[in-house]
C-alpha cells in the first residue's frame, strides 16, 4: 500500500490551510509550479497530488479504474487515522483531476477527520454532465493530440511518448468510464472555474456545480480557454483562493 508521502511528497507547513490539488489527465506536479509559487506568500500552502505510475512513483501501475484509485486513497488516508486531513484544508482538480477531487471530497466527508472547508474545479463539467469523450480509444498520436501540451520535438522519442502515454492513456480511460453515481450532497463549499473560451464547459453547464453542494457555491471566468492555469488564470486563482478558504471555514 502506497504512504501519504507518496501520495504528498512536496507537503510543506507553517501555512493556515494546505490545498490539496488533482492534476489533470496525464500530468504530475508541475502542472501546479506556477499556482503553487502564486500562493507561496499567501496563508495557503498547495500540496501537488502525485498519482501513481508518474514523476518519483513512475516505476507503480498508474490506476485504470476510478474505484480502484479511490480505494487506494481511502486505504492511504486510513492507514494513519487520515492524518493528512485533520487540519484546515481544501481540495482543488483540473480538468479530469477536478473529477477525481469531488469523489475524494465525498470520501473525506464520511471519513474521521475534518470536512475540506472549499472543492475548486478548474475546467470541469459538473460530475452528472460527464460524458464519454472517447480519448482514450485513439491512436497514441491522435491521443497526444487532443491531449495537447508535449512539444513536438520530444514526441519524435518513441522511448520518451511510450513513458508518457501511460499514465496518459490511463488517466483518460479512467475519465471516459466515469458514471456519476447520485448520492448525498456535498456540504463543502464549491468554487467551480472555467475560461469564457473554453469549447468543452459552457457556463450554463458550470453552474449545474450548484447542484453537488448544500454549502456556498460561486463560479468564475479566468481569462483563458479549457487550459486554466495561464498566467492570468493563476494570477486570479491564486487571489481568489485564500478567501474563499478562509469563508469556507467561518461557513
Same mark, same amino acid.
Given at each position: 500500500?502506497?504512504?501519504?508521502?507518496?501520495?504528498?511528497?512536496?507537503?510543506?507547513?507553517?501555512?493556515?490551510?494546505?490545498?490539496?490539488?488533482?492534476?489533470?489527465?496525464?500530468?504530475?506536479?508541475?502542472?501546479?509550479?506556477?499556482?503553487?509559487?502564486?500562493?507561496?506568500?499567501?496563508?495557503?500552502?498547495?500540496?501537488?497530488?502525485?498519482?501513481?505510475?508518474?514523476?518519483?512513483?513512475?516505476?507503480?501501475?498508474?490506476?485504470?479504474?476510478?474505484?480502484?484509485?479511490?480505494?487506494?486513497?481511502?486505504?492511504?488516508?486510513?492507514?494513519?487515522?487520515?492524518?493528512?486531513?485533520?487540519?484546515?484544508?481544501?481540495?482543488?482538480?483540473?480538468?479530469?483531476?477536478?473529477?477525481?477531487?469531488?469523489?475524494?471530497?465525498?470520501?473525506?466527508?464520511?471519513?474521521?477527520?475534518?470536512?475540506?472547508?472549499?472543492?475548486?474545479?478548474? #475546467?470541469?463539467?459538473?460530475? *452528472?454532465?460527464? &460524458? =464519454?469523450?472517447?480519448?482514450?480509444?485513439?491512436? @497514441?498520436? +491522435?491521443?497526444? %493530440?487532443?491531449?495537447?501540451?508535449?512539444?513536438?520535438?520530444?514526441?519524435?522519442?518513441?522511448?520518451?511518448?511510450?513513458?508518457?502515454?501511460?499514465?496518459?492513456?490511463?488517466?483518460?480511460?479512467?475519465?471516459?468510464?466515469?458514471?456519476?453515481?447520485?448520492?448525498?450532497?456535498?456540504?463543502?463549499?464549491?468554487?467551480?472555474?472555467?475560461?469564457?473560451?473554453?469549447?468543452?464547459? #459552457?457556463?450554463?453547464?458550470? *453552474?449545474?456545480? &450548484? =447542484?453537488?453542494?448544500?454549502?456556498?457555491?460561486? @463560479?468564475? +471566468?479566468?481569462? %483563458?480557454?479549457?487550459?486554466?492555469?495561464?498566467?492570468?488564470?493563476?494570477?486570479?486563482?491564486?487571489?481568489?483562493?485564500?478567501?474563499?478558504?478562509?469563508?469556507?471555514?467561518?461557513?
Amino acid at each position: 500500500m502506497s504512504s501519504a508521502n507518496a501520495w504528498f511528497p512536496y507537503r510543506s507547513s507553517g501555512n493556515d490551510f494546505e490545498l490539496f490539488a488533482f492534476p489533470h489527465a496525464g500530468a504530475g506536479s508541475t502542472a501546479f509550479s506556477a499556482l503553487r509559487e502564486a500562493l507561496s506568500g499567501s496563508s495557503v500552502s498547495l500540496v501537488p497530488v502525485v498519482l501513481p505510475g508518474r514523476e518519483r512513483r513512475m516505476r507503480e501501475t498508474p490506476h485504470q479504474d476510478l474505484d480502484a484509485l479511490l480505494a487506494d486513497f481511502e486505504q492511504m488516508a486510513a492507514a494513519d487515522g487520515f492524518a493528512a486531513f485533520q487540519g484546515d484544508y481544501g481540495l482543488l482538480g483540473h480538468c479530469s483531476g477536478a473529477m477525481i477531487a469531488f469523489e475524494v471530497a465525498r470520501i473525506l466527508e464520511r471519513s474521521p477527520c475534518r470536512n475540506p472547508h472549499l472543492l475548486i474545479s478548474c #475546467s470541469c463539467l459538473p460530475p *452528472q454532465l460527464i &460524458r =464519454d469523450t472517447g480519448i482514450s480509444r485513439l491512436p @497514441t498520436p +491522435e491521443l497526444f %493530440s487532443r491531449a495537447g501540451g508535449t512539444p513536438e520535438a520530444l514526441l519524435a522519442d518513441p522511448a520518451f511518448v511510450a513513458m508518457l502515454e501511460r499514465p496518459l492513456r490511463a488517466d483518460f480511460v479512467v475519465f471516459d468510464a466515469y458514471a456519476y453515481r447520485p448520492g448525498e450532497k456535498l456540504s463543502t463549499p464549491i468554487l467551480a472555474t472555467r475560461g469564457p473560451d473554453d469549447p468543452d464547459l #459552457s457556463a450554463a453547464e458550470l *453552474q449545474a456545480w &450548484r =447542484d453537488q453542494t448544500t454549502g456556498g457555491f460561486a @463560479t468564475m +471566468e479566468v481569462g %483563458s480557454g479549457h487550459w486554466a492555469l495561464t498566467p492570468e488564470g493563476t494570477a486570479m486563482l491564486a487571489n481568489r483562493i485564500p478567501a474563499a478558504l478562509y469563508a469556507g471555514r467561518g461557513a
